[in-house]
């Protein structure tokens, strides 16, 4: 498809309708695949992909890279996967931690997970998979939990590594406050925290406005303007921080010792490390 088009259309068509339209193409793509006999079954079909661009492995293989050399993950971390999804990490991450490391990932969508403990914790048992039922307008409309109460049901200080990708790009303030409480409070001290997001500074807000950026994240959420999101029913579908909120909310829950922020390409900028915003830094 024209890379315009699908711009266009991205914002155009209503979220119930793209969301049909790209399981429908990945069904196509799934009978196509069995039937050649190219499918991963290491893998899950793409019609259950639901964690954004259909670059599942790509995406999966580069942040790997990135937590082991931006991140500093090692191999006998015990990790924490907010918004675990299908496996997009958890799968590389699989042949990178040791017998020794413990992974826990949890998600809103009862499909991935279940995806994930069937073909994941089956073989590597040191795995764990959880679903919570949390309410999300773009992900899980029938969710009975609020983000903005939901206490993570790990112990104080467990992980040596958390992190959360493509997650608070789809929460609203009051969710990611209560996600960075609990994030202080399982995060070992010293230990790392690596979170993406559309990160507004001035370039970015710069770049949205002259048309150069892919999410064009500029209607207001509320009259404090912290955060801005793109699509006009669905908040959730595609959601940006003032970077200067992001970091300044760190540092009042102690996760802000060492920041760096890597800037991504989504808005437009020629020297990226990843498509999205990362911010990798230490509990003090």
């Known amino acids: 498809m024209n890379k315009t088009l699908k711009a266009k259309l991205k914002y155009l068509l209503p979220v119930p309708i793209k969301k049909l339209l790209k399981f429908v193409l990945y069904t196509c793509e799934d009978f196509v695949s069995t039937l050649k006999g190219t499918r991963d079954k290491d893998y899950p079909p793409k019609r259950l992909n639901f964690v954004g661009s259909s670059e599942f492995k790509k995406v999966g293989a580069e942040f790997l890279g990135h937590f082991s050399k931006a991140g500093g993950l090692e191999k006998d971390n015990t990790v924490l996967d907010i918004g675990c999804g299908i496996g997009r990490i958890a799968i590389p991450l699989t042949k990178y931690l040791n017998s020794d490391a413990h992974y826990h990932g949890f998600d809103i969508d009862k499909r991935g997970v279940t995806w994930c403990q069937k073909n994941i914790s089956n073989k590597h048992p040191n795995f764990h998979f959880d679903y919570v039922d949390i309410y999300n307008k773009y992900y899980n409309k029938k969710g009975k939990i609020k983000s903005e109460e939901f206490e993570f049901p790990y112990k104080d200080e467990t992980f040596d590594f958390i992190f959360a990708t493509s997650v608070f790009t789809h929460m609203l303030p009051k969710e990611v406050l209560q996600y960075f409480k609990e994030i202080n409070r399982v995060l070992k001290k010293g230990g790392t925290l690596f979170i993406t997001f559309f990160s507004l500074d001035k370039e970015a807000l710069e770049n949205i406005t002259a048309g150069r950026a892919n999410a064009q994240l500029t209607i207001p959420f ?54 999205q915003d990362i911010f990798i830094s230490m509990k003090a």
């Open 222 to 275: 509320d009259e404090n303007k912290t955060c801005f999101y793109s699509h006009k029913n669905v908040p959730e579908a595609e959601i940006g921080y003032l970077e200067d909120w992001i970091t300044d909310e760190l540092k009042k829950v102690d996760c802000a010792h060492n920041l760096k922020v890597h800037h991504g390409n989504w808005d437009g900028r020629k020297e990226a490390l990843s498509y």
